[in-house]
């Protein structure tokens, strides 16, 4: 039986020992109130409580004035390793951040009367629009920055009178704890930007120990459906934000297409199913099953099931790779050298048209040539490979007339053959594609049927290599 995503979700809240060695921005700050470093300057103040350590991906956006930045949204990963998470799949940039609340000094030391400070005895924890006084803020901190508080942990050493033994403690103990000051310099890079020093050690008061802290484990009810997750994606992909840079493109496309469906994916787990309900999902995926594979043990059908979905989803990407000419992803150069190669006609003003405007014109134009070259109301959906394949038999065939007129100096034949063609050269192109299979049979130029199929410029080019 499935397990629901309350037994799935593991406890969150840690201490400062499970950060990880090396770690990997939503909006999830809707649920505690955060305290920003200001540039250039110390800022004291005393970690307390657990902390929450979670992956956050940062997708590509528009901002009202056109500028390209981007949002936070919390990786699905984070209820569950498996959980479906549309950002990974796409690889988009993910960064693991580390939240802890803290005793903000500098707010503490200006706190007002105690009527104005005082706290509600009926409340567990605090919470973002509370109007009573707190100098309690939630901290922020990137990989680099939570590693250095670890290790500043790691050096706080004090004797134990219950053991009589000398041990670490962590900087957010409640006893042997210290302050830490942290400077945050934006001008630097990575780590850098965070310098961190540990103050002196002294235990909280009975007043610190009493301040209500922001719940962190809310974060968690901030983590976005992977539908909305796609649909970040498809604004994106449709704003032309990603490049091979800041993604997976390959994926991105498969993603955009819908060709994945990340909630079935999540409904419908293949291990917690019996023989009889692996059929019924191999039936409802149109997956194709002999006599002998129904009869396959549980194990090996599930296996046999998860190959061919698996196979299923290349040979769709794949198919999609092959049958666009991703002109999004191409410079001003590429794009015209495409135009070029497909005899789209551009003036010298369009020629210098920006990157935008310049393939919606290509792609405008190539659409009416596809339109024109359409016999019957045809798709012009030939196979990419097969048009590739022709395009190089042609090639050969003029490389060897070209071959023979150079080998046959004297050859009036083929002196007179080119000139034959070049006057069918001129007739052929005012003619339309049944037009061409009538000279084509009228000069016995035998046709295959996917030839017969071909649009009019390369049925007219094929016609003339055989001619």
């Not at 994945?260 to 191999?282: G, I, P, Y």
């Not at 099931?305 to 191409?330: G, Y």
């Amino acid at each position: 039986m499935a397990k629901s995503p309350e037994e799935k979700k593991k406890k969150k809240s840690t201490g400062w020992d499970d950060i990880p060695e090396s770690s990997r921005f939503s909006d999830y700050r809707e649920c505690y109130e955060r305290y920003s470093f200001p540039k250039g300057e110390w800022s004291a103040l005393r970690l307390v409580g657990d902390i929450v350590t979670l992956d956050v991906h940062w997708v590509p956006t528009l901002k009202k004035d056109g500028k390209e930045t981007a949002f936070a949204q919390v990786c699905r990963k984070n209820l569950s390793e498996d959980e479906p998470c549309p950002n990974c799949k796409g690889g988009i940039k993910i960064q693991s951040i580390t939240l802890s609340n803290a005793i903000l000094r500098d707010k503490q030391e200006d706190k007002p009367n105690k009527k104005k400070r005082k706290q509600p005895t009926d409340k567990k924890f605090r919470e973002k629009d509370d109007k009573f006084w707190s100098p309690i803020g939630v901290v922020q901190f990137p990989p680099g920055a939570a590693q250095k508080v670890k290790n500043l942990g790691r050096l706080n050493k004090a004797k134990d009178k219950k053991t009589g033994k000398t041990k670490n403690f962590h900087l957010n103990h409640p006893k042997f704890g210290r302050d830490i000051s942290v400077l945050f310099d934006p001008t630097q890079s990575g780590s850098g930007m965070y310098d961190i020093q540990r103050d002196d050690r002294m235990p909280l008061t009975s007043e610190e120990k009493g301040y209500l802290l922001f719940n962190l484990e809310k974060v968690f009810d901030h983590i976005p459906k992977a539908s909305s997750m796609v649909e970040s994606l498809q604004k994106a992909y449709n704003n032309e934000l990603f490049d091979n840079e800041n993604c997976n493109m390959k994926a991105i496309k498969s993603i955009v297409r819908g060709k994945t469906n990340f909630e079935e994916e999540k409904e419908e787990d293949l291990k917690d199913m019996d023989s009889e309900q692996l059929l019924k999902f191999a039936k409802k995926k149109k997956i194709k099953l002999s006599k002998k594979e129904k009869k396959l043990k549980k194990k090996k059908l599930r296996e046999l099931i998860e190959d061919r979905m698996e196979k299923d989803n290349d040979d769709n990407d794949n198919d999609n790779d092959n049958n666009d000419d991703d002109l999004s992803e191409m410079s001003e150069k590429e794009l015209l050298k495409f135009a070029k190669s497909e005899d789209i006609p551009l003036s010298k003003k369009e020629k210098k048209l920006k990157k935008k405007k310049l393939r919606e014109l290509i792609e405008s134009r190539k659409g009416e040539d596809d339109n024109d070259d359409d016999d019957n109301d045809n798709d012009n959906d030939n196979d990419d490979s097969l048009d590739e394949d022709l395009d190089e038999d042609l090639d050969n065939d003029n490389d060897n007339d070209n071959d023979n007129d150079n080998d046959n100096d004297n050859d009036n034949d083929n002196d007179n053959n080119d000139d034959d063609n070049d006057n069918n050269d001129d007739d052929l192109d005012d003619l339309t594609p049944k037009e061409l299979l009538k000279y084509a049979k009228k000069k016995k130029i035998k046709l295959s049927k996917k030839e017969k199929k071909l649009s009019k410029k390369k049925l007219k080019k094929l016609i003339e290599s055989k001619n």
